[in-house]
Each structure stands twice: as structure tokens, then as C-alpha cells.
């Protein structure tokens, strides 16, 4: 049956033609935008989990300057010690060589006294943003962010590093009290500068270790936020082959509704022939 007040067929080419055009608006939004997911709207799953994982991107690079100031507090602290270590070196010589009777340990003795001021200036100087590590200030031991755990139930947890500080002033003082000017002092004082070279190195090894420990896991983060970075794009990413692909062909197919659309509105002009005689 032929109608002039209901037109189906255009009714059907027009529901297209507007499916047509919505998806090409979405198509639109794609190319402008650069992502399939753009809004929760987009895909409400998808936003969620992109939104979170984002979330997570920016934490890690907070961690990461976490960890550079840690990193950075802990090479001044390793640095000093092992300076402390390597004049404890030189004092060793001297002590050894004041050991012989036909000696100047008087010049010796100057030798070692400048060498223990040193050592308490590389141990008063080396401080990090008001951080120092080796002169006694700071007694408890310094937590460095490292990383946040997320549990599977959402649950997120702070992890850190423990940085042990390694109080050097014993063994200035006890290098400041050597006197080699005599046998029994300059005895005595190769008994000692064993233990306190002992001392430095076990000092120094420790930060070597933290430090090992804060650049992997520096490096891990970094590595982490990329990966992050890269899941999120594969998840909200319009892929621009795919879009472009789509937008040629929503082009031709909206160019085909409209020609459907227009040869069924004429539809009930051809009614008009049947009432000529």
C-alpha cells in the first residue's frame, strides 16, 4: 500500500542517514582528539581503569624525584666516606714510616694532624639539602620513597628505602689523638688506624649498597611509568589507519544516504501519475 502521509522508506533511509552521521561525528572526535576513549562516556570500563593507570603514572614520577634526592643525598655520603677511607690510606703511610727510629716524626705528626682536619671537613661539608649523613646530626635512619603498591582489592601502599646514617666522629676522634712523636705513640696508633680504617670502609660499602639499590630501582620506575604510559595508549589510542580508514568510508555511505534519502522522499511524487488520465 502507498501512502502520501507515511513514507516509510524515507523514515528508514533518514534512521540511517543519522546513524551514518553519528558515527562520523564520533569518527571526527577521534581524529581531533587522538583517542577512541576520550571521556567516561566514550567506554565507561575503559576511562576507569586509563584514569586509575594515570594516576599511578603521576605518583611514579613524584618517586622518581624522590629517588634522585635520595640518590643524591647518598652519593655525598658515600663520597665523603670513601675520602675519609683514602686518607686513612695516607695516614697508614705515615704511621708506618714513623715506626723506624732515624725519623722526622715531628714532621710526620704535622702530616697527620693536617690530614685529620680534613677528615673533619669532608665530614662537616658533606651535607645534601641540610641532609648530612656522616657527621652524627641525623641519627635515625632516612626512608626514601621507592615505590607504591597497589593491592588487588585498590589498596595503595607507600614502600621506601632505609638509609643507615654512619656517624664518622669516632674516627676523627680518634685520628686526632694520635701522636707519633714517640715509640709507644706511634705503636699504639698503627694498632689503631686499623680499626678505624676498618670503619670507613664498612661505612662506605654500606652507602655503595643503598646507592646500587636506589639507582635500580630508579631505573625501574622510570621504566614502569613507560610501560604504564604505553598500556594507557593502547587502551584509549584512537588508532589513526583504522579512523582514517573509516572516514572514507562513512563518507561514501552518508553520500549514498543522502541520495537513498532523496529518491524516497520522491517516492509519493510518482503517486501523482496515477490520477492522470
Excluded: C
Excluded at 676498618?198 to 635500580?216: D, L, N, P, Q, Y
Excluded at 614502569?224 to 589510542?237: E, H, K, Q, R, V
Excluded at 563518507?251 to 544516504?257: I, N, S, T
Amino acid at each position: 500500500m502507498s501512502s502520501i502521509l507515511t513514507n516509510n522508506g524515507a523514515m528508514v533511509a533518514l534512521q540511517t542517514l543519522k546513524g551514518i552521521n553519528s558515527s562520523m561525528a564520533k569518527t571526527q572526535d577521534e581524529i581531533s582528539t587522538g583517542k577512541s576513549v576520550a571521556t567516561a562516556k566514550d567506554n565507561a570500563a575503559v576511562w576507569a581503569i586509563a584514569k586509575t593507570m594515570e594516576s599511578d603514572v603521576s605518583g611514579f614520577k613524584a618517586i622518581g624525584d624522590a629517588l634522585s634526592l635520595g640518590e643524591s643525598s647518598v652519593a655525598v655520603a658515600r663520597t665523603a666516606t670513601e675520602s675519609v677511607t683514602n686518607l686513612l690510606d695516607q695516614i697508614k703511610t705515615k704511621i708506618v714510616a714513623s715506626q723506624g727510629e732515624n725519623v722526622d716524626r715531628a714532621t710526620l705528626q704535622k702530616d697527620i694532624d693536617a690530614m685529620s682536619g680534613q677528615i673533619k671537613s669532608i665530614m662537616d661539608s658533606a651535607q645534601f639539602n641540610g641532609l648530612n649523613l656522616v657527621n652524627g646530626t641525623q641519627t635515625a635512619d632516612v626512608n626514601i620513597l621507592s615505590s607504591l603498591d597497589r593491592a588487588s582489592d585498590g589498596t595503595v601502599t607507600a614502600a621506601h628505602i632505609a638509609v643507615t646514617p654512619k656517624d664518622l666522629t669516632a674516627i676523627h676522634t680518634a685520628v686526632d689523638g694520635y701522636d707519633v712523636t714517640t715509640s709507644a705513640g706511634a705503636a699504639a696508633a698503627l694498632t689503631d688506624i686499623e680499626d678505624q680504617m676498618k670503619a670507613s670502609i664498612e661505612a662506605a660499602a654500606s652507602f655503595g649498597s643503598v646507592a646500587k639499590r636506589i639507582e635500580t630501582q630508579s631505573e625501574f620506575v622510570s621504566k614502569l611509568a613507560d610501560t604504564l604510559t604505553s598500556g594507557i595508549g593502547s587502551l584509549i589510542d584512537a588508532d589513526m589507519e583504522e579512523v582514517s580508514a573509516r572516514l572514507q568510508a562513512l563518507q561514501v555511505q552518508q553520500q549514498l544516504g543522502t541520495q537513498s534519502l532523496s529518491i524516497a522522499n520522491q517516492a509519493p511524487q510518482a503517486l501523482l501519475s496515477l490520477f492522470r488520465g
